[in-house]
């Protein structure tokens, strides 16, 4: 999608410190990182939330769950733990438009989340 920032980053045309690729996902580090370790896994394709998710997109998001826990456990963090997040829609606070986990890490996270 055109004006999408995460479709960008997906074409580099904006810069990220991409952790990750494949033909189907994208990783890269989070701009203003809310852990030590805090990176946003997301799919290629243009999805604007959650909430357009269909059945047929269950590999893709499993997928996307991989990823995270894959990176963050390659950084270190399989014993001590870490969290994957995906905020859907205002409540939650989305502020990007596209499909995205977050993987965070590296200290210790409250819960229940603000
Ligand atoms: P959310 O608030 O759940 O929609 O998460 C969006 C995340 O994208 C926030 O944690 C931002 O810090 C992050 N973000 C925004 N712009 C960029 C960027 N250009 N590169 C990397 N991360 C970004
Ligand atoms: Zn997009």
Not at 29 to 39: E, M, R
Not at 81 to 100: E, I, K, L, M, T
Request: neutral net charge; hydrophobic residues 45%; charged residues 20%.
């Amino acid at each position: 999608m055109s004006d999408c920032l995460f479709c960008k980053i997906c074409e580099g045309k904006i810069p990220a410190a991409i952790t990750y690729r494949d033909e189907e996902v994208v990783a890269f580090k989070d701009i203003g990182p809310k852990a030590p370790f805090h990176q946003l896994v997301i799919p290629i394709r243009h999805i604007a939330s959650l909430v357009e998710t269909k059945p047929e997109d269950a590999a893709l998001l499993g997928k996307l769950m991989l990823v995270a826990s894959k990176l963050a456990a390659e950084a270190g963090f399989a014993a001590s733990g870490f969290r994957v997040v995906a905020n859907a829609g205002p409540d939650a606070g989305q502020s990007v438009p596209h499909v995205h986990l977050h993987a965070l890490a590296g200290r210790s996270l409250g819960w229940p989340p603000g």
